[in-house]
């Protein structure tokens, strides 16, 4: 299967929610994807929930800045 890169993604409306809390909801959110497969952008659209997770080690995961 090939891979497109740098594709932005369209969600639509969302709620926003950690955990199980509802903090917010948004009218679109769009996220830049670096790699995916097209079966794999559209699972990524169609998907009811969807989770973010911090990756460890990457810029910004919970590293304390000195």
Do not use: C, F, H
């Not at 299967?1 to 932005?8: A, E, I, L, P, W």
């Not at 926003?16 to 948004?26: A, R, Y």
């Amino acid at each position: 299967m090939s891979k497109v890169t740098n594709v932005r993604v369209n969600l639509g409306p969302r709620m926003i929610m950690v955990g199980k809390e509802v903090l917010g909801t948004s009218d679109n959110i769009s996220i830049q994807v670096a790699e995916a497969t097209e079966e794999e952008l559209e699972k990524l659209k169609s998907a009811y929930e969807i989770r973010l997770v911090k990756m460890v080690g990457e810029r910004g995961a919970g590293e304390k800045n000195e």
